[in-house]
């Protein structure tokens, strides 16, 4: 978390910072070095680019640098302002192209411009200025000031995002003070204990502005002025009239413990001004309260007035009378405590996606740690190889050997270098994250919601930037551990010299996708790819199934899809299957077993490709009559060769007395005559009155009772006991119509347009059927 609370121009922790227009933060004293101006040998430019946004000022006069400068008295007189550092010999610098570029976007508020004199970090710095030999302190800020007032304009550049913002006429004192940031610099010190001097923190307050050594006891403090006064220093430097009747005056605070003191910035207890003027000095009084509790910001356009809203238009805190008086009276506003949880909330929320990923970039680099060790195993491993079958073919190898193991040994080292590069890659993303993600959740732990709220869209959006940096892919290795090298000892002695790696080797098992691979009815789908890092070729794939009771595995597809269905299987049966690859150096090993389990139960409709030309069909396929007076067949879609199948058909129409036939079939039926008419088919035909079984038209088994509209005939085929079997509105028709049946059945019917039915499939066996009806003959 250190680098996240340095200041990005001097390199230190911070002191003081400010808020900057783009969200970045310097150090105050470090944003009066890079401030820039115009000095008065521009003015020949034209009017309107004299003007930046907002300030209002006329041409020939400069906003002062900060709140010192801009406070009258304190720079006419003796106050503690560090502006003279600034000094007003910044004219002749820049050329034509630098004056224009600096205003060129004022309607923004933000400028460019090309640096002349530069500081390391590329931001152009103000030459500090001299104090003459003999002068005080004081009067050298009193240069500093005149200095500053014969400037025309001045702008601060961000040593980041290098985008330039123009100063309005309360200078440097118009940006916001990050005090948020700064009490948690002062944690961060205290807990690393990196503190000097702790032990000469004084044992109470003392006055800042006493001439009496040693400084007596603070009596007061200023709130507006954050200095710590004695009773007579209060009289003579902060009377209450005039300009510091307004003021308020508290008891001072008390004591700081030893490591808050000593945390303070040099010269807290001695940086206050010497003279008249209640400002305060920035080393002075502003270490000096920020050892102590720390109070909250006031409005700096309302003084007196503390943050009580928060302005959505403009993203700031704001006081009651900015909205009453000020530019944000017509804005929305919201309450601060709402808008500090919220932001908070949109804070933490961003972390957590950080967080996850800085857990997997934990992983990940563990991943890649052991790649480097399975790397190694694998090249010593290789080598171990290659020397023992170098040492079998020692006469016709020794010069080949050498070139052998430098291959080895460069493939190794070529994917070492490129784990290491990772590894560099991905530890310095995690560094920064994790830096970011310290910093955040100490600035979750702070309660100054105006404070947070200053740096709270800055900081979302950097966590947001930061999860983005670990797009897709970044968290895979880009190497495999695995050597690619076979050495083929078998070529006769004559091809010694021509000897190399074999870059082809056998390909690995293939994966199973199980997610992809399911059931339908009696037919299966399943999926498979190559695992990663394959770099063996592969020709095809052999896909192999045993037949549903646990016997041989038997090929039932060979190509190069990754995709295959296979159907026409056993229905309510159990599957394994396993597939493999194979290329040029021969077939590689079988993938694990998948076992699949086909349905219990046939669904199924008519099939609108086999049925006679004159079928009908609607309803989903499930509903058949014939545009022809003869009869014509239609199969089902389904095809049966093992278990217990059961389906009905409804009659729905049933005119003029026809013979319907209903029964099972092979493929190859005969479709242009009743079913069971030749050898391919076993039907029962019945009319209203009776009901007959036919096969190869031979009619067996009259039966007393027919159909008429709205009856169901039941079909049964249980090819475990091999039977055929038929029912009548629940009542079985005479009795087991067929035996013997084997092989492979299709649902089938034979209608005329005197009768339509409709199919139901998926249905149980059924247990309650009535008892058989006697046969009429």
């Given at each position: 978390?250190?680098?996240?609370l340095?200041?990005?121009?001097?390199?230190?922790?911070?002191?003081?910072p400010?808020?900057?227009?783009?969200?970045h933060?310097?150090?105050?004293?470090?944003a009066?070095?890079?401030?820039?101006?115009?000095?008065?040998g521009?003015?020949?430019?034209?009017?309107?680019?004299?003007?930046?946004?907002?300030s209002?000022?006329?041409?020939?006069?400069?906003?002062?640098?900060?709140h010192?400068?801009?406070?009258?008295?304190?720079?006419?007189?003796?106050?503690?302002?560090?502006?003279?550092?600034?000094?007003?010999?910044a004219?002749?610098?820049?050329?034509?192209?630098?004056?224009?570029?600096?205003?060129?976007?004022?309607?923004?508020?933000?400028g460019?411009?090309?640096?002349?004199?530069?500081?390391?970090?590329?931001v152009?710095?103000?030459?500090?200025?001299?104090?003459?030999p003999?002068?005080?302190?004081?009067?050298?800020?009193?240069?500093?000031?005149?200095s500053?007032?014969?400037?025309?304009?001045?702008?601060?550049?961000?040593?980041?995002?290098?985008?330039?913002?123009?100063?309005?006429h309360?200078g440097l004192?118009?940006?916001?003070?990050n005090?948020?940031?700064?009490a948690?610099?002062?944690?961060?010190q205290?807990g690393?204990?990196?503190?000097?001097?702790?032990?000469?923190?004084?044992?109470?307050?003392?006055?800042?502005?006493?001439?009496?050594?040693?400084?007596?006891?603070?009596?007061?403090?200023?709130?507006?002025?954050d200095?710590?006064?004695?009773?007579?220093?209060?009289?003579?430097?902060?009377?209450?009239?005039?300009?510091?009747?307004?003021?308020?005056?508290?008891?001072?605070?008390?004591?700081?413990?030893p490591?808050?003191?000593?945390?303070?910035?040099?010269?807290?207890?001695?940086?206050?001004?010497?003279?008249g003027?209640?400002?305060?000095?920035?080393?002075?009084?502003?270490?000096?309260?920020?050892?102590?509790?720390?109070?909250?910001?006031?409005?700096?356009?309302?003084?007196m007035?503390?943050?009580?809203?928060?302005?959505?238009?403009?993203?700031?805190?704001?006081?009651?009378?900015?909205?009453?008086?000020?530019?944000?009276?017509?804005h929305?506003?919201?309450p601060?405590?709402?808008?500090?949880?919220?932001?908070?909330a949109?804070?933490?929320?961003?972390?957590?996606g950080?967080?996850?990923?800085?857990?997997?970039?934990?992983e990940?680099l563990?991943?890649?740690?052991?790649?480097?060790?399975q790397?190694q195993?694998?090249?010593?491993?290789?080598?171990?190889?290659?020397v023992?079958?170098?040492?079998?073919?020692?006469?016709?190898?020794?010069?080949q050997?050498?070139?052998?193991?430098?291959?080895?040994?460069?493939?190794?080292?070529?994917?070492?270098?490129?784990?290491?590069?990772?590894?560099?890659?991905?530890?310095?993303?995690?560094?920064?994250?994790?830096?970011?993600?310290?910093?955040?959740?100490?600035?979750?732990?702070?309660?100054?919601?105006?404070?947070?709220?200053?740096?709270?869209?800055?900081?979302?959006?950097?966590?947001?930037?930061s999860?983005?940096?670990?797009?897709?892919?970044?968290?895979e290795?880009?190497?495999?551990?695995?050597?690619?090298?076979?050495?083929?000892?078998?070529?006769?002695?004559?091809?010694?010299?021509?000897?190399?790696?074999?870059?082809?080797?056998?390909?690995?098992?293939?994966l199973?996708?199980?997610?992809?691979?399911?059931?339908?009815?009696?037919?299966?789908?399943?999926?498979?790819?190559?695992?990663?890092?394959t770099?063996?070729?592969?020709?095809?794939?052999?896909?192999?199934?045993?037949?549903?009771?646990?016997?041989?595995f038997?090929?039932?597809?060979?190509?190069?899809?990754?995709?295959?269905?296979?159907?026409?299987?056993?229905?309510?049966?159990?599957?394994?299957?396993?597939?493999?690859?194979?290329?040029?150096?021969?077939?590689?090993?079988?993938?694990?077993?998948?076992?699949?389990?086909?349905?219990?139960?046939?669904?199924?409709?008519?099939?609108?490709?086999?049925?006679?030309?004159?079928?009908?069909?609607?309803?989903?396929?499930?509903t058949?009559?014939?545009?022809?007076?003869?009869?014509?067949?239609?199969?089902?879609?389904?095809?049966?060769s093992?278990?217990?199948?059961?389906?009905?058909?409804?009659?729905?129409?049933?005119?003029?007395?026809?013979?319907?036939?209903?029964?099972?079939?092979?493929?190859?039926?005969?479709?242009?005559?009743?079913?069971?008419?030749?050898?391919?088919?076993?039907?029962?035909?019945?009319?209203?009155?009776?009901?007959?079984?036919?096969?190869?038209?031979?009619?067996?088994?009259?039966?007393?009772g027919?159909?008429?509209k709205?009856?169901?005939?039941?079909?049964?085929?249980?090819?475990?006991?091999?039977?055929?079997?038929?029912?009548?509105?629940?009542?079985?028709?005479?009795?087991?119509?067929?035996?013997?049946?084997?092989?492979?059945?299709?649902?089938?019917?034979?209608?005329?347009?005197?009768?339509?039915?409709?199919?139901?499939?998926?249905?149980e066996?059924?247990?309650?059927?009535?008892r058989p009806?006697?046969?009429?003959?």
């Amino acid at each position: 978390m250190e680098e996240e609370l340095k200041c990005p121009v001097c390199g230190s922790l911070f002191r003081e910072p400010i808020i900057l227009p783009c969200s970045h933060n310097v150090c105050l004293p470090c944003a009066r070095t890079i401030a820039v101006q115009t000095p008065d040998g521009e003015q020949h430019l034209p009017q309107p680019l004299l003007h930046s946004r907002g300030s209002g000022l006329p041409a020939g006069a400069a906003p002062p640098l900060d709140h010192d400068a801009a406070a009258g008295p304190a720079c006419s007189g003796a106050s503690g302002s560090a502006a003279g550092g600034l000094g007003g010999g910044a004219g002749g610098g820049g050329d034509h192209a630098d004056k224009l570029s600096l205003y060129s976007e004022t309607d923004s508020g933000y400028g460019s411009y090309t640096p002349s004199l530069k500081s390391p970090n590329g931001v152009r710095v103000l030459p500090m200025v001299p104090a003459p030999p003999g002068s005080s302190a004081a009067a050298a800020r009193g240069a500093a000031c005149s200095s500053l007032s014969s400037s025309s304009s001045s702008s601060i550049t961000c040593p980041q995002c290098h985008r330039s913002a123009s100063l309005d006429h309360r200078g440097l004192r118009g940006f916001q003070r990050n005090r948020l940031l700064e009490a948690i610099v002062q944690r961060y010190q205290q807990g690393r204990g990196a503190v000097h001097g702790a032990s000469a923190a004084p044992a109470v307050a003392i006055c800042q502005l006493c001439d009496r050594t040693p400084p007596e006891p603070a009596a007061t403090l200023c709130e507006q002025c954050d200095v710590l006064y004695c009773a007579a220093c209060q009289l003579k430097c902060h009377p209450s009239r005039g300009p510091f009747a307004k003021h308020r005056l508290v008891q001072p605070p008390p004591p700081p413990a030893p490591a808050e003191a000593a945390s303070a910035s040099p010269g807290a207890a001695q940086g206050a001004p010497s003279g008249g003027g209640g400002c305060k000095s920035p080393g002075g009084a502003g270490a000096a309260g920020g050892s102590s509790g720390r109070k909250f910001p006031t409005c700096p356009e309302h003084e007196m007035e503390n943050y009580s809203m928060y302005c959505v238009s403009c993203r700031t805190p704001v006081c009651y009378l900015c909205l009453e008086e000020g530019r944000h009276g017509k804005h929305e506003v919201k309450p601060l405590g709402a808008m500090w949880k919220q932001h908070k909330a949109q804070l933490s929320q961003a972390l957590n996606g950080v967080s996850d990923k800085a857990k997997e970039a934990k992983e990940f680099l563990v991943q890649l740690k052991n790649i480097l060790q399975q790397i190694q195993e694998n090249g010593l491993d290789y080598e171990a190889c290659l020397v023992a079958q170098c040492d079998a073919l020692v006469d016709a190898l020794t010069r080949q050997k050498a070139k052998l193991l430098t291959k080895v040994t460069k493939e190794r080292e070529h994917k070492l270098k490129m784990v290491w590069d990772q590894i560099n890659h991905c530890t310095l993303k995690l560094r920064q994250s994790t830096g970011l993600m310290e910093y955040c959740l100490e600035v979750i732990k702070e309660n100054d919601p105006s404070g947070f709220l200053q740096i709270s869209d800055a900081l979302i959006k950097r966590v947001q930037v930061s999860q983005e940096q670990w797009v897709k892919g970044a968290l895979e290795p880009k190497v495999s551990a695995e050597f690619d090298l076979t050495l083929d000892s078998e070529p006769l002695l004559q091809a010694i010299h021509q000897l190399d790696f074999i870059q082809m080797k056998l390909p690995p098992s293939p994966l199973l996708q199980l997610e992809k691979c399911c059931t339908h009815n009696n037919s299966v789908t399943l999926a498979w790819r190559m695992p990663p890092f394959t770099h063996s070729p592969v020709d095809g794939y052999i896909l192999e199934l045993d037949d549903g009771d646990g016997g041989q595995f038997r090929e039932v597809y060979v190509g190069k899809e990754t995709l295959c269905t296979i159907d026409g299987l056993h229905f309510n049966s159990t599957y394994n299957a396993r597939v493999k690859a194979f290329n040029s150096s021969g077939v590689g090993p079988y993938s694990k077993t998948v076992v699949l389990q086909t349905s219990d139960v046939a669904w199924f409709t008519f099939d609108p490709n086999s049925g006679h030309r004159d079928i009908i069909l609607s309803n989903d396929n499930q509903t058949a009559t014939c545009s022809s007076y003869d009869d014509r067949v239609v199969l089902g879609t389904a095809a049966f060769s093992k278990g217990v199948h059961y389906w009905e058909l409804h009659v729905d129409r049933y005119d003029n007395h026809p013979d319907p036939a209903f029964g099972v079939a092979r493929a190859s039926v005969v479709k242009d005559m009743m079913l069971g008419k030749d050898d391919k088919a076993w039907a029962m035909y019945v009319d209203n009155n009776r009901s007959w079984f036919m096969h190869c038209n031979s009619h067996t088994n009259r039966t007393e009772g027919g159909v008429c509209k709205g009856a169901t005939v039941g079909v049964l085929l249980d090819l475990n006991k091999h039977t055929l079997t038929f029912f009548i509105n629940g009542q079985q028709q005479g009795p087991t119509a067929f035996s013997h049946v084997d092989g492979v059945f299709m649902p089938a019917l034979s209608l005329n347009r005197n009768v339509q039915v409709t199919l139901h499939t998926g249905l149980e066996v059924p247990t309650n059927l009535g008892r058989p009806k006697l046969s009429g003959n």
